[in-house]
């Protein structure tokens, strides 16, 4: 079995770790088994980032954003979706990843009986859908991704120029920041893939 990236890889600066993660494997452990697949695609958000939960500070609902590197953040949005975040940097300082898009590619009969009959690409296409297939909730929210229930992967380094970068998505303010990346030409990434 893969071995879960350490402590010290959420300690890079936000924006490398995002970069970083593509390749790396998604997980969550279920009572069928771990599940996940492959990250395509990861947003970075910091601590100075008027885009980002933790931009006015800690609260009852951005609290994991501040915990210990490799912690799982979760969160809802419009009230129906969930989004999975791997916190970075030390404990007090509030900056994470969003994770967009995973290739599927362990468990997938799991992740059709939770998202339904869509097509394999759009199994994990989205945080909200990925979050759905891999069964990952706001329960998760907190725990570790070294020892806790969802954990990520070394999985294999994505070369520079298998990379785009792009402002992030569904976002209003800090839109100019290049700090989406994904896999050119994969076709689970979530949004436009113009370089």
Known sequence: MERALPESFYLQPTVEVARALLGRWLVARTEQG??????????????????????RGRTERNA???????T??????YGIHECFNAVCQPAGVGEAVLIRALEPTIGLES????????HWTQLCRGPGNLC?????????????LITGRVQIWHGEPVPDSEVGVSPRIGISQATERPWRFYLLNNRCVSGQTGK
Not at 72 to 77: D, P, Q
Not at 111 to 118: E, I
Not at 132 to 144: C, D, H, K, Q, W
């Open 111 to 118: 992740m059709f009986l939770r998202r339904g009959q869509v």
């Open 72 to 77: 799982a953040y979760v969160y809802l949005i």
């Open 132 to 144: 759905r297939a891999l069964g990952i909730t706001r329960a998760f929210n907190g725990e570790s």
């Open 64 to 70: 994991a954003m501040f915990g210990p590197p490799g």
């Open 34 to 55: 771990w599940v996940g697949g492959r990250i395509v695609e990861a947003e970075a958000y910091t601590q100075d980032d008027p885009a980002s939960h933790s931009y």
